[in-house]
């Protein structure tokens, strides 16, 4: 079936192209009548998008409880703008030749009133897959710039605010639209916002990325790649890309002392970044050991 389905489809002249993701029940394990079968089906089906599309799944007891999960991630996600139920904590950016703090990334929190606080990896994902990355992002931003001018005013030293780009966010056509607005609306310097952004999705279409980049690069509003190394980049597209930093993936901060493949890998990323001169930001610094490397 799936191969079926991606053979080509001449339309108007041209080749179009159809994926599928196929979700399978089997009776009588997965049900013992149609209806029951169906919604196994589909929550398979489900579970094959979600694990990267043009695939197919069996339907398995734990995608039940899994889509049941998420349901109501979902359903709560709705309520918690209205609630206050997000905060922002900051993560300070430390200049390791002079010790001082020069900057903050703004971390999203969720604490959910019976549950506590929930992790971020549990209701980001969810967040993105079902559009409501959008309004949460866009209050991420706000905030954020607000902080930001506010620190500003209060003569402290932080130079820049660093807030994280998902990939909904950054394909919306008001993208600019919205980074522009909220900086005049909180009266943020642009020059302060710093973007960050993962390799993946600068590079599923680098040329809209490169249009992108270069109207906020104009508007002096910094960019950075967020965890470098896990991706899977185009080095030769990256470096056409309008970019102000390299963000080392704090994966392999964690593993620098016993793993020496790793430690390795970031001596490289960052040689290449002075070489680019790229501004290199290694994230997850937490020991001496870690500072000193």
């Not at 001082?100 to 929190?109: D, K, N």
């Not at 992002?137 to 706000?142: I, K, N």
């Amino acid at each position: 079936m799936l191969k079926a389905v991606s053979e080509a489809h001449p339309v108007d002249h041209q080749q179009l192209y159809v994926t599928a993701s196929i979700g399978v029940s089997m009776y009588p394990e997965d049900g013992a009548d149609a209806e029951t079968l169906l919604k196994n089906a589909d929550t398979a089906m489900y579970s094959a998008k979600f694990n990267g599309r043009q695939c197919y799944r069996f339907f398995k007891p734990s995608m039940s409880d899994q889509a049941v999960e998420e349901r109501t991630i979902e359903e709560d996600l709705r309520l918690a703008l209205q609630r206050n139920e997000f905060s922002l904590h900051y993560q300070p950016t430390i200049n390791l030749r002079t010790g001082s703090i020069t900057g903050a990334e703004a971390l999203l929190r969720w604490t959910h009133p019976r549950r506590g606080m929930v992790p971020p990896a549990e209701f980001i994902p969810v967040a993105e897959r079902t559009g409501l990355i959008q309004p949460i992002g866009a209050w991420v931003l706000r905030e954020a710039c607000r902080q930001a001018r506010a620190w500003a005013d209060q003569g402290l030293p932080i130079t820049t605010m660093t807030v994280n780009v998902s990939g909904v966010q950054f394909r919306d056509d008001k993208f600019l639209e919205e980074i522009l607005s909220t900086l005049g609306e909180t009266g943020m310097n642009p020059g302060s916002l710093d973007l960050d952004l993962t390799e993946s999705v600068l590079m599923q279409q680098p040329e809209v990325a490169l249009a992108i980049l270069l109207s906020l690069r104009e508007k002096g509003v910094r960019v950075s790649v967020d965890d470098f190394g896990k991706g899977h980049s185009s080095l030769s597209s990256l470096r056409m890309l309008p970019l102000d930093s390299l963000k080392i993936d704090q994966s392999f901060m964690h593993q620098l002392n016993d793993t020496p493949g790793d430690a390795a890998i970031a001596s490289a990323m960052i040689s290449m970044g002075r070489s680019l001169n790229l501004r290199v930001v290694a994230e997850g610094v937490e020991t001496a050991q870690d500072m000193a490397f």
